[in-house]
């Protein structure tokens, strides 16, 4: 714990005015997110999906870092919904990070809510998604952070940015999956299909027509913003025959490395550069499951978009465009990649962490607890071997209030809800999951 003395204290108060002064070319952004059902076909099929303004993915939002995002989120849709703006550090604005009945009680349907607070300090890709239920399967979107004016990025500037939105689509109603895994016990079906900037791909029935195009110029170097906004998979992310240059991930700079596979978790962003160093053609960009667990159902499809080459384009050759170049995805279990890429990151500059430890915590964290009470059914407990599937840390799962969100309960000291009983262990894994 730290102690603030007078000093200190006059010392943060001096920080505060100037750091208030640097700002001053911040802007406040307002937006309008309309949350409603709208028409939305893939696989053959036409679903009402829950979207931002009737756009899926929903819009991207560009600020600079020390801007403000004042959006007013207005629920058309018959579910509950919150919005939670991921990887955005809420610094004295807690309630505006989103996850329902944890900072706020969800926005009914016909109510309405605004989110206000300032991106501080963050520079590069996040993005913004649903925290109720399953709705983020579909209700998300890019957050783009540029440098301040003035400012530039700590590598040559891209010619050209492209956010990458890896997603995860059900050829169902996303909330009735969640919801029939609650129900039983099990685990809920995989995904249908994967989808890149919402597109499926040339992989897919019906879906060759709409597949995104990423354009790009010989000799050019261009960004790709690569956002994981899967539910619950893990993905491995490639461009045949080009090398992916990794300078930030999570909205941080990196230390650039260069790999040929990136490997995101869900929530996860990395930004890469690529450059227009291959003959001038028709490239895939692919992503598939990296699945560490054995014996576990997954989606096992592969996602497209094309890169393309203007000069080799459609249009440029009077439609009669090369067949894309296909990447060679890691294998689903290719553990040693994935720890390849992970331990390529570093930090721009030496960072000094603490190293002194003043208390050890041990945590252990599972999925398929057994987690079957004798006053529960059978048709409840259809998870393996008669077991509900749920999640755990440290032998407890969390279930979430009904009437006060945490932070409202912690803020006005409402008895029975932060203290109360917040460890009864007999929710299921799919309304855990962030
Ligand atoms: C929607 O949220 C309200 C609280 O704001 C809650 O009482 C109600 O149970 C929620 N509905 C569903 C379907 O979760
Ligand atoms: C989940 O998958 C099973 C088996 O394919 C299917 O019978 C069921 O309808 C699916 N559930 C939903 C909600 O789509
Ligand atoms: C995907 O899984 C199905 C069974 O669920 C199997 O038939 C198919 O061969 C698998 N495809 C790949 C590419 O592994
Ligand atoms: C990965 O899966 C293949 C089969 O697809 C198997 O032969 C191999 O042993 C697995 N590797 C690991 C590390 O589990
Ligand atoms: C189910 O039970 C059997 C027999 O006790 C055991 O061998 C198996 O590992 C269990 N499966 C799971 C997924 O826990
Ligand atoms: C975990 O919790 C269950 C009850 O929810 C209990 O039966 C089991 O013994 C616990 N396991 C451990 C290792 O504490
Ligand atoms: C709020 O809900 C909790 C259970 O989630 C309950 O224990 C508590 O009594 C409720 N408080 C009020 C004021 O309704
Ligand atoms: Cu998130």
């Known amino acids: 714990m730290e102690i603030f003395n007078n000093f200190s204290f006059i010392l943060l108060a001096v920080f505060l005015v100037f750091s208030s002064a640097l700002s001053a070319d911040a802007e406040v952004q307002r937006h309008k997110f309309v949350i409603e059902a709208t028409k939305v076909k893939r696989l053959c099929k036409t ?138 016990g099990a685990a809920p079906n995989v995904s249908d299909a994967y989808t890149i900037n919402g597109q499926p791909g040339d992989l897919y029935k019906c879906s060759s027509k709409e597949t995104t195009i990423v354009p790009i110029d010989s000799g050019e170097t261009n960004m790709l913003r690569v956002i994981n906004a899967a539910l619950n998979q893990p993905l491995f992310f490639k461009v045949a025959n080009h090398k992916l240059t990794v300078v930030g991930a999570d909205a941080s700079y990196t230390k650039p490395f260069t790999t040929s ?70 294998a689903y279990n290719d553990t040693n990649t994935v720890t390849a890429f992970s331990q390529s990151f570093r930090s721009r500059q030496k960072v000094e962490v603490p190293t002194d430890i003043d208390e050890n915590l041990f945590f252990t964290i599972g999925l398929g607890l057994n987690n079957c009470p004798p006053n529960f059914r059978k048709r409840r407990c259809q998870g393996p071997n008669g077991t509900r599937f749920t999640a755990s840390m440290n032998n407890v799962s969390f279930v ?5 969100s945490l932070l409202q309960a912690h803020q006005q000291g409402i008895p029975g809800v932060c203290w109360g009983n917040r460890v009864i262990s007999h929710t299921n894994v799919a309304s855990n999951l962030s």
């Open 261 to 330: 596979v990136l490997m995101l978790g869900p929530g996860q962003t990395t930004d890469v550069l690529i450059r227009g160093d291959q003959p001038p053609s028709r490239y895939y960009m692919a992503a598939r499951a990296y699945q560490s667990a054995q014996n576990a159902p997954f989606d096992n499809t592969t996602t497209t978009a094309i890169l393309e080459y203007n000069s080799a384009s459609c249009a440029a050759k009077k439609c009669n465009a090369a067949t894309p170049v296909m990447p060679s995805l890691p």
């Open 47 to 184: 679903h009402n999906t829950i979207t931002v303004n009737g756009m899926f993915p929903g819009p991207t939002l560009e600020i600079k870092n020390g801007d403000t995002l004042e959006v007013l989120v207005v629920n058309k849709a018959r579910y509950n919904v919150t919005i939670h703006w991921h990887g955005v550090r809420q610094m004295r604005t807690g309630w505006a990070d989103g996850p329902e009945f944890v900072t706020q009680c969800p926005i009914r349907p016909g109510g309405s809510y605004t989110y206000r607070f300032t991106v501080q300090g963050q520079e590069g890709t996040l993005w913004w998604h649903a925290h109720s239920s399953w709705l983020r399967a579909t209700v998300y979107g890019a957050l783009i952070i540029r440098p301040r004016d003035g400012e530039s990025y700590p590598f040559p500037k891209p010619k050209r940015e492209t956010p990458i939105m890896l997603g995860e689509w059900w050829d169902t109603n996303p909330i009735d999956v969640v919801r029939e895994a609650t129900r039983t």
């Open 400 to 404: 979430l209030p009904r009437n006060f």
